[in-house]
């Protein structure tokens, strides 16, 4: 299938550059935020407006890219192995899978939750486990890469399997790097309210001396 690649398109490029781009800007982003509030700075000290700001930027890039690749594949050749009832059938069942990972991840983090708001100190209370965090850890990233395969699939082009491809691979680096980033916002935050109960509790003590 790779040979139905047609990879003279410039609009090819285009899409493995805006897939690329994606993950790269939003971490670079946040770790700006988390280190040195530049987010929070641009609103005034407000670091919920930050937060909101960012998840409209996400979000608008997010559609950018979409469209991007959905002109790229429109000028991609397709493969007959890619059509037919069946690849329709398993593409709608790819796109349909990835869209409940990613709303349902959405509707359970809320906006800040799914947008970064740990880089702005904007924590959840306690580590979501419903569903879809109890069947894949990162449903956001692997619904999006299940809805670009389903897209890939619909309209039949080997190409979009290969930026599909990318799209897994770009998140599972993104991930390399959230992960530990965010799993030490939260040990931090630990950290600070052990703290604070040691500290209470020894006045505690010493005012019943």
Not at 134 to 146: E, F, H, I, K, W
């Amino acid at each position: 299938m790779v040979n139905s690649v047609d990879f003279s398109q410039p609009t090819f490029w285009v899409a493995v550059a805006a897939i690329a781009f994606n993950p790269t800007f939003w971490n670079c982003a946040a770790r700006s935020e988390y280190y040195y509030k530049t987010i929070t700075k641009l609103f005034g000290g407000k670091s919920l407006y930050g937060c909101y700001a960012l998840a409209v930027t996400i979000f608008v890039i997010g559609l950018i890219r979409d469209s991007i690749y959905e002109r790229a594949l429109r000028n991609q050749p397709a493969h007959p192995l890619l059509q037919g009832l069946l690849p329709q059938a398993l593409a709608i069942l790819l796109f349909g899978a990835g869209n409940l990972l990613v709303l349902s991840s959405m509707y359970a983090l809320g906006i800040t939750g799914t947008y970064l708001g740990d880089y702005f100190g904007i924590l959840m209370d306690e580590k979501v486990s419903s569903f879809p965090f109890n069947v894949v850890d990162a449903p956001m990233y692997y619904g999006s890469t299940l809805s670009f395969a389903g897209t890939a699939i619909w309209m039949g082009k080997p190409a979009g399997l290969l930026l599909t491809c990318e799209v897994l691979a770009v998140y599972l680096v993104a991930l390399q790097f959230e992960d530990p980033f965010t799993a030490e916002i939260y040990a931090k935050r630990e950290r600070e309210q052990e703290k604070l109960t040691a500290g209470k509790s020894s006045q505690e003590g010493k005012k019943e001396l």
